[in-house]
């Protein structure tokens, strides 16, 4: 006997629903909606498709492919936002501004908008993008959960050295209310962590979770 977390049916069933280049174009402010963020290739389409067992979205070699705000269904009233990649991404730079623009005006004013998962590489963590996204969150009353990504890159005495060594620098310059987790894809390590916290923000823990045999 096994607990199932409720959101894992959602998330195995989920499906592409659009892309939007500004706010106006994104679906209708209701429900619950969590948004991956990350530095270019921290690794963020790849935890969105291991957590969707799926590939909904995109990964390249090459940093900043997201360049829309791309929505994935779960059910009638919650979903998934891929949100463009920052960085090093060779763009030109009206298009940096431009996704800077947009990317601030959802932040800042959707409703249904419930919490962000920050992917950081856990080789560099705490970029200067990765610092005002926390800046953002605490600023904003914004639930954050990190996922310390590509953490099979590292010895597993090392992964946890540096996740304890980056829990303290946020709790001392952010508090208390940021949670943090090992995550890898191709090992699909912290999944399960992962999970829970979308369900807990997506409303879906109360509801209990099914008995799988």
């Known amino acids: 006997m096994q607990l199932k977390n409720p959101i894992l049916g ?30 270019s290739n921290a690794g963020k389409s790849s935890a969105l498709n291991t957590l969707t067992h799926a590939s909904l979205a995109r990964t390249s070699k090459t940093p900043g492919r997201t360049q829309l705000l791309n929505f994935f269904k779960l059910d009638d009233d919650r979903r998934l936002v891929d949100l463009p990649g920052y960085g090093y991404a060779k763009v030109p730079i009206p298009l940096k501004l431009h996704w800077q623009r947009h990317l601030e005006a959802y932040l800042g004013g959707r409703e249904s908008l419930k919490g962000l998962i920050l992917m950081m590489d856990i080789r560099h963590p705490m970029t200067d993008f990765d610092l005002l996204m926390l800046d953002w969150a605490v600023a904003s009353d914004m639930p954050m959960h990190i996922l310390l990504t590509k953490a099979d890159k590292l010895t597993y005495g090392a992964a946890k050295n540096t996740l304890l060594k980056v829990q303290s620098e946020i709790r001392k310059g952010w508090g208390d209310a940021i949670t943090i987790q090992l995550f890898s894809a191709p090992k699909r390590m912290g999944l399960e962590d992962a999970y829970t916290v979308l369900a807990g923000w997506m409303e879906l823990a109360d509801k209990g979770a099914e008995i799988a045999e």
């Open 10 to 39: 959602l998330c195995q069933q989920s499906t592409f629903m659009l892309s939007a280049a500004k706010v106006d174009q994104c679906p209708d402010d209701e429900g619950f909606e969590v948004a991956f963020a990350g530095r």
